[in-house]
Protein backbone atom coordinates (compact mmCIF):
# COMPACT_ATOMS: atom_id res chain seq x y z
CA UNK A 1 0.00 0.00 0.00
CA UNK A 2 1.33 3.74 -0.62
CA UNK A 3 0.24 6.92 0.23
CA UNK A 4 0.12 9.87 -2.66
CA UNK A 5 -0.19 13.35 -2.13
CA UNK A 6 -0.76 15.21 -5.02
CA UNK A 7 0.15 18.97 -5.71
CA UNK A 8 -2.15 21.79 -7.30
CA UNK A 9 -4.64 19.97 -9.71
CA UNK A 10 -6.47 23.18 -10.41
CA UNK A 11 -8.56 21.44 -12.42
CA UNK A 12 -6.38 19.84 -15.48
CA UNK A 13 -8.20 16.92 -15.82
CA UNK A 14 -5.90 15.16 -18.43
CA UNK A 15 -3.14 15.97 -16.04
CA UNK A 16 -4.31 13.91 -13.20
CA UNK A 17 -5.47 11.21 -15.20
CA UNK A 18 -2.45 10.68 -16.56
CA UNK A 19 -0.21 11.16 -13.10
CA UNK A 20 -2.70 8.39 -11.69
CA UNK A 21 -1.69 5.86 -14.65
CA UNK A 22 1.91 6.59 -14.25
CA UNK A 23 2.14 5.45 -10.37
CA UNK A 24 -0.04 2.74 -10.77
CA UNK A 25 -2.52 3.66 -8.52
CA UNK A 26 -4.43 0.99 -7.11
CA UNK A 27 -7.84 2.15 -5.32
CA UNK A 28 -8.27 -1.33 -3.50
CA UNK A 29 -4.75 -0.54 -1.49
CA UNK A 30 -3.32 3.01 -2.32
CA UNK A 31 -4.42 5.81 -1.12
CA UNK A 32 -4.93 9.68 -2.34
CA UNK A 33 -4.32 12.74 -0.72
CA UNK A 34 -4.79 16.40 -2.88
CA UNK A 35 -2.88 19.25 -0.53
CA UNK A 36 -5.35 21.69 -2.08
CA UNK A 37 -6.27 23.82 -5.01
CA UNK A 38 -8.19 20.94 -6.45
CA UNK A 39 -10.03 23.19 -8.85
CA UNK A 40 -10.41 26.60 -10.61
CA UNK A 41 -8.28 27.97 -13.28
CA UNK A 42 -8.48 24.85 -15.35
CA UNK A 43 -10.35 23.58 -18.52
CA UNK A 44 -11.97 20.40 -16.72
CA UNK A 45 -12.86 21.21 -12.59
CA UNK A 46 -16.34 19.04 -12.85
CA UNK A 47 -14.50 15.50 -14.15
CA UNK A 48 -11.38 16.40 -11.86
CA UNK A 49 -13.86 16.74 -8.40
CA UNK A 50 -15.99 13.66 -9.90
CA UNK A 51 -13.13 11.81 -10.51
CA UNK A 52 -11.40 12.39 -6.83
CA UNK A 53 -14.64 11.86 -5.29
CA UNK A 54 -15.22 8.27 -6.81
CA UNK A 55 -11.46 7.45 -6.19
CA UNK A 56 -12.18 8.35 -1.98
CA UNK A 57 -9.38 10.76 -2.26
CA UNK A 58 -8.80 12.97 0.81
CA UNK A 59 -8.18 17.02 -0.06
CA UNK A 60 -6.60 19.86 2.63
CA UNK A 61 -9.15 22.62 1.61
CA UNK A 62 -6.98 25.42 -0.51
CA UNK A 63 -8.02 28.63 -1.13
CA UNK A 64 -9.43 28.11 -4.53
CA UNK A 65 -11.33 25.24 -2.86
CA UNK A 66 -13.04 27.48 -0.56
CA UNK A 67 -13.90 29.59 -3.27
CA UNK A 68 -16.36 27.16 -4.46
CA UNK A 69 -17.71 26.00 -0.90
CA UNK A 70 -18.83 29.84 -0.73
CA UNK A 71 -20.31 30.01 -4.67
CA UNK A 72 -21.69 26.75 -3.79
CA UNK A 73 -23.30 28.12 -0.74
CA UNK A 74 -23.95 31.61 -1.54
CA UNK A 75 -23.84 31.55 -5.27
CA UNK A 76 -24.85 35.58 -5.20
CA UNK A 77 -22.64 36.82 -3.01
CA UNK A 78 -18.82 36.51 -4.53
CA UNK A 79 -17.70 39.15 -7.31
CA UNK A 80 -14.34 36.77 -7.52
CA UNK A 81 -13.36 35.48 -10.90
CA UNK A 82 -13.81 31.97 -11.62
CA UNK A 83 -14.97 29.40 -14.09
CA UNK A 84 -16.65 27.16 -11.92
CA UNK A 85 -19.77 27.16 -13.37
CA UNK A 86 -19.35 23.52 -14.79
CA UNK A 87 -20.15 22.32 -11.02
CA UNK A 88 -21.97 25.22 -9.78
CA UNK A 89 -24.70 23.97 -12.29
CA UNK A 90 -24.07 20.47 -12.03
CA UNK A 91 -27.26 18.08 -10.90
CA UNK A 92 -24.51 16.60 -8.55
CA UNK A 93 -23.62 20.39 -6.92
CA UNK A 94 -24.96 19.55 -3.52
CA UNK A 95 -23.14 16.48 -2.95
CA UNK A 96 -20.01 17.95 -3.98
CA UNK A 97 -20.84 20.70 -1.61
CA UNK A 98 -21.51 18.03 1.15
CA UNK A 99 -18.26 15.99 0.16
CA UNK A 100 -16.00 19.32 0.14
CA UNK A 101 -17.46 20.33 3.39
CA UNK A 102 -16.32 16.81 4.61
CA UNK A 103 -12.58 17.73 4.01
CA UNK A 104 -10.14 18.82 6.03
CA UNK A 105 -7.92 21.74 6.78
CA UNK A 106 -4.97 19.96 7.60
CA UNK A 107 -3.72 16.05 7.86
CA UNK A 108 -1.70 14.47 9.96
CA UNK A 109 -0.55 11.03 9.32
CA UNK A 110 1.51 9.87 12.65
CA UNK A 111 2.87 6.42 10.54
CA UNK A 112 4.89 9.31 8.23
CA UNK A 113 5.30 11.97 10.87
CA UNK A 114 4.06 14.53 8.09
CA UNK A 115 1.34 16.57 8.12
CA UNK A 116 -0.46 17.87 4.91
CA UNK A 117 -1.53 21.50 4.35
CA UNK A 118 -2.13 23.86 1.20
CA UNK A 119 -0.31 26.76 2.14
CA UNK A 120 1.70 26.46 5.30
CA UNK A 121 1.58 26.47 8.90
CA UNK A 122 2.24 29.27 10.86
CA UNK A 123 5.95 29.12 12.60
CA UNK A 124 4.35 30.32 15.82
CA UNK A 125 2.42 27.42 16.02
CA UNK A 126 3.20 23.43 17.47
CA UNK A 127 1.40 20.93 16.30
CA UNK A 128 -1.43 20.64 19.14
CA UNK A 129 -2.03 24.37 18.36
CA UNK A 130 -2.85 23.80 14.06
CA UNK A 131 -4.08 20.46 14.86
CA UNK A 132 -6.68 22.32 17.25
CA UNK A 133 -7.00 25.60 14.88
CA UNK A 134 -7.73 22.92 11.63
CA UNK A 135 -10.81 21.45 13.76
CA UNK A 136 -12.28 25.34 14.49
CA UNK A 137 -12.10 26.41 11.11
CA UNK A 138 -13.77 23.41 9.86
CA UNK A 139 -16.26 23.83 11.84
CA UNK A 140 -17.53 27.43 10.34
CA UNK A 141 -16.22 26.09 6.90
CA UNK A 142 -18.93 26.39 4.52
CA UNK A 143 -19.36 30.42 5.57
CA UNK A 144 -16.09 31.35 5.56
CA UNK A 145 -14.78 34.27 3.35
CA UNK A 146 -11.62 35.36 2.50
CA UNK A 147 -10.36 38.49 5.09
CA UNK A 148 -7.52 39.92 3.50
CA UNK A 149 -7.07 42.41 6.77
CA UNK A 150 -6.92 39.05 8.95
CA UNK A 151 -3.02 38.97 8.85
CA UNK A 152 -1.94 38.68 12.23
CA UNK A 153 -2.42 36.30 15.31
CA UNK A 154 -3.20 39.35 17.36
CA UNK A 155 -6.46 39.89 14.80
CA UNK A 156 -9.85 39.34 16.61
CA UNK A 157 -10.99 38.01 13.31
CA UNK A 158 -9.17 34.45 14.67
CA UNK A 159 -10.63 31.88 12.22
CA UNK A 160 -10.24 34.43 9.40
CA UNK A 161 -6.28 34.70 10.56
CA UNK A 162 -6.47 30.30 11.48
CA UNK A 163 -7.89 30.38 7.40
CA UNK A 164 -5.28 32.47 5.84
CA UNK A 165 -2.48 30.69 7.26
CA UNK A 166 -3.70 27.13 5.94
CA UNK A 167 -4.97 28.27 2.52
CA UNK A 168 -2.96 31.25 1.54
CA UNK A 169 0.23 32.14 3.11
CA UNK A 170 3.61 32.28 1.86
CA UNK A 171 5.60 35.40 3.17
CA UNK A 172 6.05 37.04 6.52
CA UNK A 173 6.56 40.33 8.00
CA UNK A 174 9.53 40.69 10.73
CA UNK A 175 6.77 40.44 13.71
CA UNK A 176 5.29 37.12 11.86
CA UNK A 177 2.31 38.91 10.07
CA UNK A 178 0.98 37.37 6.79
CA UNK A 179 2.06 39.59 3.86
CA UNK A 180 -0.88 38.25 1.51
CA UNK A 181 0.23 40.34 -1.27
CA UNK A 182 3.98 39.18 -2.60
CA UNK A 183 4.41 35.61 -3.97
CA UNK A 184 8.14 36.18 -5.19
CA UNK A 185 10.80 35.75 -2.91
CA UNK A 186 11.66 38.94 -1.55
CA UNK A 187 14.73 40.10 0.63
CA UNK A 188 12.56 41.97 2.77
CA UNK A 189 9.98 39.24 3.67
CA UNK A 190 10.41 35.87 4.77
CA UNK A 191 9.21 32.64 3.66
CA UNK A 192 6.97 30.83 6.33
CA UNK A 193 9.08 27.81 5.83
CA UNK A 194 12.74 29.13 6.65
CA UNK A 195 11.12 29.67 10.17
CA UNK A 196 9.32 26.66 10.72
CA UNK A 197 11.15 24.90 13.47
CA UNK A 198 8.76 21.43 14.26
CA UNK A 199 9.99 17.97 14.05
CA UNK A 200 7.27 16.43 11.79
CA UNK A 201 7.31 17.27 8.16
CA UNK A 202 4.96 19.62 6.15
CA UNK A 203 3.87 18.67 2.39
CA UNK A 204 2.52 21.67 0.56
CA UNK A 205 1.38 23.00 -2.51
CA UNK A 206 0.28 26.87 -3.31
CA UNK A 207 3.33 28.57 -4.35
CA UNK A 208 4.36 27.35 -7.78
CA UNK A 209 6.81 30.35 -7.77
CA UNK A 210 9.00 28.00 -5.87
CA UNK A 211 8.59 25.25 -8.40
CA UNK A 212 8.76 22.66 -5.67
CA UNK A 213 11.84 23.76 -3.93
CA UNK A 214 12.07 24.77 -0.58
CA UNK A 215 15.25 25.67 1.85
CA UNK A 216 14.15 23.54 4.96
CA UNK A 217 13.75 20.01 4.35
CA UNK A 218 11.22 19.57 6.78
CA UNK A 219 9.55 20.90 4.29
CA UNK A 220 8.18 19.73 1.03
CA UNK A 221 6.46 21.98 -1.90
CA UNK A 222 5.11 20.15 -4.28
CA UNK A 223 2.62 22.62 -6.24
CA UNK A 224 5.23 23.05 -9.78
CA UNK A 225 2.51 25.17 -11.87
CA UNK A 226 0.40 22.55 -14.12
CA UNK A 227 -2.80 25.07 -14.49
CA UNK A 228 0.62 27.51 -15.53
CA UNK A 229 1.76 24.88 -18.50
CA UNK A 230 4.41 23.23 -16.11
CA UNK A 231 4.00 20.15 -14.15
CA UNK A 232 1.43 17.97 -11.93
CA UNK A 233 3.21 16.39 -9.19
CA UNK A 234 2.58 14.31 -6.68
CA UNK A 235 4.91 12.34 -3.98
CA UNK A 236 5.07 8.89 -2.52
CA UNK A 237 5.11 9.28 1.35
CA UNK A 238 6.82 5.73 1.59
CA UNK A 239 10.32 6.38 0.31
CA UNK A 240 9.48 10.63 -0.53
CA UNK A 241 9.84 9.96 -4.29
CA UNK A 242 8.33 12.31 -6.28
CA UNK A 243 6.53 11.59 -9.77
CA UNK A 244 5.23 14.03 -12.31
CA UNK A 245 3.52 14.77 -15.72
CA UNK A 246 3.96 17.64 -18.17
CA UNK A 247 0.96 19.97 -18.61
CA UNK A 248 -1.05 19.97 -21.22
CA UNK A 249 -3.04 23.18 -21.06
CA UNK A 250 -3.15 25.29 -23.85
Same mark, same amino acid.
Given at each position: ??????????????????????????????????????????????????????????????????????????????????????????????????????????????????????????????????????? #?? $? *??????????????? +? /?? =? &????????????????????????????????????? #?? $? *??????????????? +? /?? =? &??????????????????????????????????
Amino acid at each position: MSTYVIGDIHGCYNELILLIKKINFNPNKDKIICAGDIVNKGYNNLDCILYLMDIDAKVTLGNHDLLLLQLLNSPNKSTLKHNLHDILNHEKAEKINQWLINQELVIYLDEFDTTIVHAGIHPSWTKRDYLEYAA #LV $K *QNISTIKFNKNAISK +K /TS =N &KIDFYTNCFTRMRLLEDNLDLDLENIKLDTKLTPWFE #LY $K *QKETIVFGHWSFLRG +K /TT =N &KKTINIDTGCVYNDKLTCIRLEDLKKFYVESHSS
